[in-house]
């Protein structure tokens, strides 16, 4: 590989993202794991937090090898969520992926870190997610990195057995 770096995302990318995207949802759907579907995320989706500027990328030289949405929204399933603190200014991770072919070679790590760092730099008091609770990879990911589980949420959209998600949040 090149020279990796993160940046935010334009809309010259979005054919690539969206390309990332489908090859993640693809390799996910292989192991079983149904947390993604043509409702969420797609390419609308991906346009709208591009234009946002919302969508970062992971890219090395013309090949995008990961992406997220850093924004502040969160959904109303986690009004209910036992928060360490109701209060304060979340960065909330959304649409994380690094593609399949790349995936435990530490980028990942790196593009959290980022977003981590993006979170201290900007004055949030912590980063919030919450991810398929049938994904193991990605719950152990989060829990080697100090994310907390908080709580679960329930989405009555996913296919049957897939609808639980657990929540995550890292204070700082």
Same mark, same amino acid.
């Given at each position: ?30 192991? =079983? ?5 043509? @409702?969420?995320?797609? #390419? $609308?989706?991906?346009?709208?937090? /591009? ?57 990942? =790590? ?5 977003? @981590?760092?993006?979170? #201290? $730099?900007?004055?949030?008091?912590? /980063? ?45």
């Amino acid at each position: 590989m090149g020279e990796e770096q993160i940046s935010l995302a334009a809309v010259g990318d979005l054919t690539s993202i969206d390309q990332l995207f489908q090859d993640c949802k693809e390799e996910l759907q292989q192991k =079983g794991i149904y947390q993604w579907d043509v @409702e969420y995320p797609n #390419k $609308e989706y991906f346009e709208h937090t /591009i234009n946002e500027k919302e969508m970062f990328m992971l890219h090395s030289e013309s090949e995008t090898l990961g992406a997220m949405v850093l924004n502040e929204w969160q959904i109303s399933e986690w009004d209910d969520v036992n928060w360490s603190n109701k209060d304060g200014k979340y960065l909330i991770l959304h649409s994380f992926c690094t593609h399949p072919s790349v995936q435990g070679k530490g980028f990942g =790590g790196t593009m959290l870190q980022f977003a @981590e760092n993006m979170a #201290k $730099e900007q004055g949030y008091d912590g /980063i919030r997610l919450d991810a398929y609770s049938g994904n193991k990879g990605s719950l152990g990911f989060y829990e080697k990195r100090g994310y907390n589980k908080t709580g679960e949420v329930f989405f009555s959209s996913k296919p049957a057995g897939h609808g639980t998600y657990f929540c995550y949040e890292k204070l700082f």
